[in-house]
């Protein structure tokens, strides 16, 4: 769909149809800028309809694909209600260099800022006081909603074969209303088809990277998202905090064992894609230490329901082989409806308050069993090092 007034094509500065300042087509108003960061910047336009539109601006680097529209176009070829539409998109040279532009719907706001905002409301009336706990939960209801809206967007992609291997609170936008959300920054994301080639494990931000990447598998798929959309339950559940905040790729990966418990040879063959090599057979065991799972309570999480904890439980299960489709979770959430849970107080303070988890973190190799397991510390740092991503 191209709007009045817009071009879908490279157009010079200066153009007729361009204004330079914002990169705006006429018949366009800015009305406010809504975000910036690393991408570029956001706009919240108008058209003489006074229809409200989101213009996103990012710098093409000259070697770079323009991958971020070719993805958001493919995922939004067929309208789905849980993935942001794309209305058009178009580049223009300003100077020396040039710029991407793509509008989208507008939304209100993206669920990190959803969660955030909860917890400050809370908070004005006194309510974060009965929890507890100064980062207060969404409603049940809320983050059922939510969750299946996220799973049904990535049911929609992943027919496509799109792996976003971005997704997170940012990259989800809601209308907090209606509680409707939109898998959206398909700056990411890939066409990965069975027995396609490896592709590049250093994506997905560090909160939300499935363990088939921590451990620098290059033969991932679809599965990584819903390990993804996991934590991101999780964290609605935990009051906008990340259940699993590493500091680096291999604290990541501690965080994860620590909670979840010790993996087992077959869920490490499958998150590598291979057996064991006589090489690598001994960075293995410290993934294999013992290790029983601990209730998610004792990171300070509100007490779950059943239904919760069983739906939080398979989207983070280890082994991507095992773990659900997002079409399965989907049904997994209808079955496992049994109404409002009972949550409980928690008296655990609180964590550190939400980091950035894009941090470029090129750790240098650690031993996993020396963070789990300190009083086994070995004596030789080369046989248990894990190789961390690049």
Request: charged share 20%; aromatic share 6%; proline share 7%.
């Amino acid at each position: 769909m191209v709007l009045p007034g817009i071009k879908s094509s490279t157009s010079p500065v200066g153009g007729p149809d361009i204004i330079p300042q914002f990169g705006v087509t006429k018949g366009m108003k800015v009305l406010v800028q809504l975000g910036s960061g690393s991408f570029g910047r956001v706009y919240k336009v108008q058209n003489e309809a006074e229809e409200v539109f989101a213009l996103k601006k990012s710098k093409l680097n000259p070697k770079q694909i323009e991958r971020e529209a070719e993805m958001t176009s493919l995922a939004s070829r067929d309208a789905h209600p849980n993935v942001i539409l794309l209305h058009a998109q178009f580049s223009v040279q300003e100077g020396n260099d040039k710029y991407q532009y793509l509008l989208i719907e507008c939304m209100e706001m993206n669920l990190g800022q959803l969660m955030s905002r909860h917890s400050e409301t809370m908070a004005e009336f006194g309510q974060d006081k009965a929890w507890g706990r100064a980062h207060v939960p969404l409603p049940h209801d809320v983050s059922n909603k939510l969750l299946h809206g996220i799973l049904s967007g990535l049911t929609h992609i992943h027919s496509l074969f799109i792996t976003h291997r971005d997704l997170k609170p940012a990259n989800v936008l809601v209308h907090a209303r209606n509680r409707v959300a939109k898998i959206c920054d398909f700056g990411s994301a890939k066409v990965i088809k069975p027995n396609d080639a490896g592709s590049s494990t250093y994506i997905v931000s560090r909160f939300y990277r499935a363990p088939e990447l921590l451990l620098d598998s290059t033969r991932y798929d679809q599965k990584i998202d819903v390990w993804s959309a996991g934590c991101i339950f999780g964290e609605m559940l935990n009051g906008g905090m990340p259940i699993f905040p590493g500091q680096n790729s291999v604290d990541q990966l501690v965080q994860i064992i620590l909670q979840k418990g010790s993996m087992t040879m077959t869920d490490v063959e499958s998150c590598v894609g291979m057996p064991p090599t006589p090489e690598n057979r001994a960075a293995w065991q410290s993934l294999l230490q013992p290790r029983p799972a601990q209730p998610w309570s004792a990171r300070g999480m509100p007490l779950l329901s059943e239904s919760d904890e069983r739906l939080l439980n398979s989207l983070l299960m280890y082994n991507p082989d095992t773990r659900p489709s997002a079409d399965e979770a989907c049904s997994m959430m209808v079955s496992h409806a049994s109404g409002a849970p009972t949550r409980k107080a928690s008296t655990t303070p609180p964590r550190q308050p939400r980091v950035s988890s894009m941090r470029r973190d090129r750790d240098p190799k650690t031993q996993i069993l020396d963070r789990i397991l300190p009083q086994q510390r070995s004596r030789s740092r080369e046989p248990h090092s894990i190789r961390t991503t690049k």
